[in-house]
């Protein structure tokens, strides 16, 4: 059973940082595609960043491109994202997932498999 619990969100005043952690089991993060996502009140979930199975390439919206670096520790099974010069837009609840589709990059959520429950981020003006 695949399970993947993320962590590390909370209130941030904008042009701060934060790093959300995605702890994963039942799946070896170094062979798959792993990704965040995010979905603000009244959205659509939206794509922010993918590491592909090999982690030499990794992959972002334009929205946080510059800002935002997805990362994975192989020996831990956890992905993350560093968030730094955070803005108000940025807030959403953000989604870890996981893909057996494809071996680079895939903004489509329904190209991943397993999700995990969210944690919420709040960047204040």
């Known amino acids: 059973q695949v399970q993947l619990v993320e962590s590390g969100g909370g209130l941030v005043q904008a042009g701060g940082s934060l790093r959300l952690s995605c702890a994963a089991s039942?799946?070896?993060?170094?062979?798959?595609?792993m990704g965040w996502f995010r979905q603000a009140p009244g959205k659509e979930r939206e794509f922010v960043a993918c590491?592909?199975?090999?982690?030499?390439?990794?992959y972002y919206a334009d929205s946080v491109k510059g800002r935002f670096t997805i990362s994975r520790d192989n020996a831990k099974n956890t992905v993350f994202l560093q968030m730094n010069s955070v803005k108000p837009e940025d807030t959403a609840v953000y989604y870890c997932?996981?893909?057996?589709?494809?071996?680079?990059?895939?903004?489509?959520?329904?190209?991943?498999?397993?999700w995990g429950q969210g944690t919420q981020v709040t960047v204040s003006s």
């Open positions: 590491i592909s199975r090999s982690g030499g390439s990794t």
């Open positions: 997932a996981t893909s057996s589709e494809v071996t680079y990059y895939t903004d489509r959520t329904y190209l991943y498999d397993y």
């Open positions: 039942g799946r070896t993060v170094s062979r798959y595609v």
